[in-house]
Nanobody
Framework: QVQLVESGGGLVQPGGSLRLSCAAS????????MGWYRQAPGKQRELVAR???????VYVDSVKGRFTISRDNAKKTAYLQMNSLKPEDTAVYYC????????WGQGTQVTVSS
């Protein structure tokens, strides 16, 4: 059974930065495309960034140029570097496999506010 543990969220002012981490255990991590998802209050969960097993990345337009997804397969960890944060980035952030997902972790809260 795969377990995902997200960390690194917090309260940040607009224009600030955060780096999220996602540690996976219990399965082969390196062969799967991984994604960072977010869910804002009252909204559906959305996939905002994805990275293939070979490192190719895709971003949703709203975060393009500000967020960077990366992975360390040896550590079974995915990262999301978030720069130039905006209030509309406020959400709970989750990582998971792209496509058929594993059980969701608890997520990490990101709040962008002055």
């Amino acid at each position: 059974q795969v377990q995902l543990v997200e960390s690194g969220g917090g309260l940040v002012q607009p224009g600030g930065s955060l780096r999220l981490s996602c540690a996976a255990s219990g399965s082969i991590f390196s062969i799967y495309a991984m994604g960072w998802y977010r869910q804002a209050p009252g909204k559906q969960r959305e996939l905002v960034a994805r990275i293939t097993s070979s490192g190719s990345t895709v971003y949703v337009d709203s975060v393009k140029g500000r967020f960077t997804i990366s992975r360390d397969n040896a550590k079974k960890t995915a990262y999301l570097q978030m720069n130039s944060l905006k209030p509309e980035d406020t959400a709970v952030y989750y990582c998971n496999k792209v496509g058929t997902t594993w059980p969701w972790g608890q997520g990490t809260q990101v709040t962008v506010s002055s």
